[in-house]
């Protein structure tokens, strides 16, 4: 905009009122405006200021819209006048466009707003200038001495002609809209510009009003010369003598095919995916909605939906940036697409999460085979950025009328299905089942609760000791997190870790319990007991970051505890999503003298020789092995060959979970260095560990692994 705006805002909502002056800063406008909220207020507005247009709530305290407009409409000026409204129904707006108001604008969609004042702007320009033009012909005996230099300067085209319909005069705009000169219409009807689309009744409507009313004001469609038919905005008006009887018509028309294409294109935006063009969640659901009505109204049609996304899609978006999780997402769409079949659709809901609506399928064994097929295009490998990319989906189904009577328990099903794969079983696909309603519920309760629950100090530190097999004294503790609730009570850690991992909370959790356990590590210190390592569970995703090695050594400064005293464990999942990535931070870490343990050997890859090109110091044989001592025979053999492979490797072995006396003597007599478990103590609060303070002993200073890389310059 070039021009300076001073804009009336009547509106008693302070904070809709700055929203709207946002969106209409954001679209361009500059301006000044006055915000009021009464009627007396807005009468001595409209008498102090030329004001460009007024901006009305609906509803206002002590009077309305409607009462607004009347007040604007009896000062006699021409001001676009456009409702912004929360809650207006289509009847009530119906009849202020029919009292005068130009337009209605909610606010939950104040997108339209910028393209509504400008048109409406443009629109008072033009009345202004035709006004002028009809004050200027009324001076003289006929219409057709209005001005040319008024009539050439119009944006408008504008068509003139005798009674009978023959043309007697275009202007420039005219020759400009239609494609017609002004040479090759003279003389010619207007029909010539028909567009073949309105009905003939249409057309006797429309000049039995303009013979009667001698005006007529409404949308149509014509015909360029070219053939393309366009959308304008047509005036027709009778031009009377001084008699008052006509004596010519004059049709004022301006083309509409910009505004009408930006309509479509916003009405596009609200309903689609800007970065994959999918319909978004509000048209899919509308899709889902239709798909349910016609299933209940015919035995051929169902409606099926499928749920997924994308396993670790935020590792890519960490490790290749967003450009690439971009095209990421737009290859997966295409692929989608690809596999879908007559009256299918496909969205994104958001992120990584996309959804199917099938509504042709002959039994659950068709909707399975559609699936099956969506996660195998997903799963081939593609080439973004240089970087061959393979990424996997879990998908949820849910199948109408057996799992939801509406779109939204349809969806809710889906998502309900898909939480017990994208938990832990990737690549693959579930039904919705009888009970997975109530652990999604579970689920979200959790993650609700857990997004507040370091700020308010629910999570708390409690401690396990690691019992040294030679002469039974703690030189190390485990620091595991455990939250109460005041909502949920008490939650086991695998209910939270889960959650935590999958919505990114782990992170800051993780970086809390690292703060913490060597925080209490030098109080302890500090109030004379022998310095004990504390060890500290490190997560995927704390590891994705790139950041931890950084983060340690920053806690480590500002809590004054020595690098030896700070153990880092990670389990082998962790270690092997990017072996290079994390075996650089582990040999990092490792190299600031910090002991680095794997934890639950046995449930992973299980290969020393792997891991081997890991900078560890220590193997924690996994309680699983532990508890099978008794039973099953070959447990004692793992563990002992475990405990030979290690000390080839220079590592410690601590095995965990150990509840019995026996199981203590067959790990001591295996070669375990540490043994942790109930036998000994469960891990209680720090405050609780006094009755165990007399076994505190030095931690015993680690060899330096062997790395894999290059030691750093001097």
């Known amino acids: 905009m070039t021009t300076k705006l001073d804009l009336l805002l009547v509106e008693d909502n302070a904070s809709d009122a700055g929203l709207i002056v946002r969106h209409l800063r954001k679209a361009g406008f500059e301006f000044d405006y006055v915000q009021i909220d009464t009627e007396p207020e807005l009468r001595t507005a409209l008498q102090q200021r030329e004001w460009s247009a007024v901006l009305c709530d609906y509803s206002l305290c002590g009077f309305d819209a409607g009462v607004a407009l009347d007040t604007v409409q009896q000062t006699g000026l021409d001001l676009p006048f456009i409702v912004v409204s929360g809650e207006i129904s289509d009847e009530k707006a119906s009849r202020l466009m029919r009292a005068g108001a130009h337009d209605y604008v909610m606010k939950d969609n104040l997108t339209r707003l910028g393209p509504a004042l400008a048109r409406e702007l443009d629109e008072v320009h033009q009345r202004r200038a035709r006004r002028a033009a009809e004050r200027s012909a009324e001076k003289h005996a006929r219409r057709l001495q209005l001005s040319r230099q008024v009539i050439d300067s119009l944006r408008e085209g504008i068509t003139v002609t005798d009674l009978q319909g023959t043309i007697v005069d275009v202007n420039p705009s005219f020759e400009t809209i239609t494609g017609y000169s002004r040479a090759e219409v003279l003389g010619c009807n207007p029909r010539i510009l028909k567009s073949g689309r309105h009905p003939p009744t249409f057309y006797e409507t429309l000049w039995h009003t303009l013979v009667t009313a001698g ?165 081939r490998p593609c080439m973004i950025g240089g970087h061959e990319i393979s990424v996997t989906a879990s998908l949820g189904i849910s199948v109408f009328p057996d799992d939801g009577r509406n779109a939204a328990e349809l969806l809710r099903a889906a998502e309900a299905a898909r939480a017990p794969i994208r938990h832990g079983h990737h690549n693959r696909l579930h039904f919705f089942t009888s009970g997975m309603d109530n652990q999604a519920r579970r689920w979200m309760e959790i993650e609700s609760e857990l997004r507040q629950a370091l700020e308010r100090r629910e999570l708390q530190l409690y401690y396990q000791p690691l019992l040294c097999a030679r002469d039974g004294r703690i030189r190390s503790l485990e620091a595991l997190a455990r939250w109460h609730s005041p909502v949920l009570g008490w939650v086991s850690p695998a209910e939270f870790v889960p959650v935590a991992e999958e919505s990114g909370l782990i992170v800051d959790i993780g970086d809390w319990v690292l703060r913490t356990a060597c925080a209490q590590a030098r109080r302890w210190q500090d109030d004379g007991l022998p310095p004990v390592r504390v ?130 003597r067959t790990l001591i007599a295996a070669g375990c260095d540490a043994l942790q478990g109930y036998l000994f103590s469960p891990p209680v609060a720090a405050a609780d560990l006094s009755r165990l303070t007399a076994l505190f002993a030095p931690c015993e200073p680690y060899a330096t692994p062997r790395t894999a890389l290059a030691p750093p310059p001097d």
């Open 215 to 379: 005006t007529w004001r409404g949308e149509i469609w014509n015909r360029r010369k070219n053939g393309e038919i366009y959308p304008e905005l047509l005036t027709l008006s009778a031009v009377r003598g001084s008699d008052g009887l006509p004596t010519h018509y004059v049709a004022v028309f301006s083309d509409l095919s910009k505004e009408k294409q930006t309509e479509a294109h916003i009405h596009w935006l609200t309903n689609h995916d800007a970065l994959t063009g999918l319909a978004n969640r509000q048209l899919f659901m509308d899709r889902l909605q239709q798909a349910i009505e016609a299933a209940e109204n015919s035995n051929h049609d169902g409606a099926a939906v499928l749920l997924l996304d994308l396993d670790r899609f935020r590792r890519i978006n960490e490790s290749l940036g967003q450009e690439a999780g971009d095209k990421l997402l737009q290859h997966i769409a295409e692929r989608i697409q690809s596999c879908l079949r007559g009256r299918a659709s496909a969205a994104r809901l958001g992120s990584d999460e996309f959804l199917v609506l099938l509504t042709q399928f002959a039994d659950t064994d068709a909707i399975a085979a559609c699936a099956h097929r969506i996660l195998d295009e997903i799963a």
């Open 535 to 664: 060890a500290v569970n490190v997560s995927a995703h704390q590891i994705a970051t790139g950041a931890l090695p950084e983060r340690i050594r920053e806690v480590l400064a500002r809590t004054g505890l020595p690098a030896a005293q700070l153990e880092i464990e990670l389990t082998e999942s962790t270690m092997m999503a990017d072996t290079e990535f994390a075996s650089a931070q582990v040999e990092t870490i490792s190299r600031m003298g910090v002991s680095v343990a794997l934890d639950d050997f046995g449930t992973g890859y299980s290969s020393l020789a792997y891991l081997s090109r890991f900078a560890l110091n220590k193997v924690k044989i996994d309680r699983s092995f532990v508890h099978k001592l008794a039973s099953d025979p070959k447990s004692t053999t793992i563990i002992a060959a475990t405990v030979g492979l290690a000390r080839g490797l220079g590592l410690q072995v601590v095995a965990e979970g150990v509840e019995t006396e026996a199981q203590q």
